[in-house]
């Protein structure tokens, strides 16, 4: 299975676990691009909508591509009573818009599992003069905030994380938008902190795409591992996330 549909099988936890971004970011794109009532919107991949509210409730007529027919069908059960909702189960990379064009494209940690070419030149081809792309992603630290534990779990992964196939992902260039016809890129960076006791800790890296598809034995002993690295350093995890903005135009 790759990687990019691997999120399908866990809707539910996915749901629960993922991480959100800060209201600051969603104030700063909002004004930004301009979004609210008689602006048509795109989001590529929204997973269960944890970068869909603030979007959503602007009023603009809101559209999504999922790919998880399972994430498609939570997202359904979520919001699919709101007028202004609309989605399709389908992958981005081959979906025919037909004359569909957008005052605001943007995704939360998912464009980046497209093509680069594909995805910045069907963006720019489905934006209509003037549109906007934003990229959001979130950067995590829980390092700083407690060495010991990290060195821990860092120790576990290096004893048991043994994934058949290795997650190679990370050669997306966000900034090469401009390449493509973009201008006006700009970064925005927004801060935030997430505590996690060890319950939820297992389970949120339990949404990891590489940790998913992670075999026995070792995913067993691996899991165990990070419970007894949390119970031995206080059974808490910080992160200190940084989320990451980034805004470009399609040329009037």
Same mark, same amino acid.
């Given at each position: %299975?790759? +990687?990019?549909?691997? +999120? ?25 691009? !301009? ?16 970068? #869909?509210?603030?979007?959503? &409730? ?16 939570? %997202? ?7 007028? &202004? ?5 389908? !992958? ?53 905030? &407690? ?27 966000? !900034? &090469? ?10 970064? $925005?960076?927004?801060?935030? $902190? $997430?505590?996690?006791?060890?319950? #939820?800790?297992?389970? +949120? ?24 690295? %949390? ?22």
């Amino acid at each position: %299975m790759e +990687f990019r549909k691997v +999120f399908d099988t866990i809707p539910d936890q996915f749901d629960k676990y993922r991480p959100r971004y800060s209201q600051e970011l969603f104030d700063s794109l909002i004004e930004y691009a !301009d979004i609210g009532p008689g602006k048509t919107v795109l989001e590529l991949g929204p997973g269960t909508g944890q970068a #869909t509210d603030p979007i959503l &409730n602007t009023g603009c007529d809101y559209n999504a591509i999922e790919l998880g027919e399972n994430l498609y069908e939570k %997202m359904k059960e979520k919001y699919g009573d709101l007028p &202004n909702f609309h989605i399709i189960n389908d !992958d981005f990379i081959t979906h025919d818009f037909a004359e569909q064009k957008f005052d605001m494209i943007y995704s939360a940690a998912t464009i980046q599992w497209i093509p680069e070419d594909i995805a910045f030149s069907k963006t720019f081809e489905l934006l209509k003069p003037g549109g906007t792309l934003a990229m959001m992603l979130t950067v995590s630290d829980y390092k700083s905030p &407690n060495e010991d534990l990290y060195a821990g779990i860092q120790k576990v992964y290096d004893e048991y994380f043994r994934p058949e196939t290795v997650y190679t992902h990370g050669g997306f260039r966000y !900034d &090469n938008a401009t390449s493509y016809g973009f201008v006006d890129l700009e970064k $925005r960076e927004f801060c935030g $902190r $997430r505590e996690m006791d060890t319950d #939820t800790y297992i389970a +949120f890296c339990g949404t990891h795409c590489d940790h998913i598809v992670l075999p026995e034995p070792y995913k067993t002993k691996f899991y165990d591992g990070l419970r007894t690295a %949390m119970e031995e350093h206080g059974g808490k995890v910080v992160f200190k996330d940084t989320y990451v903005l980034y805004l470009t135009k399609k040329p009037l």
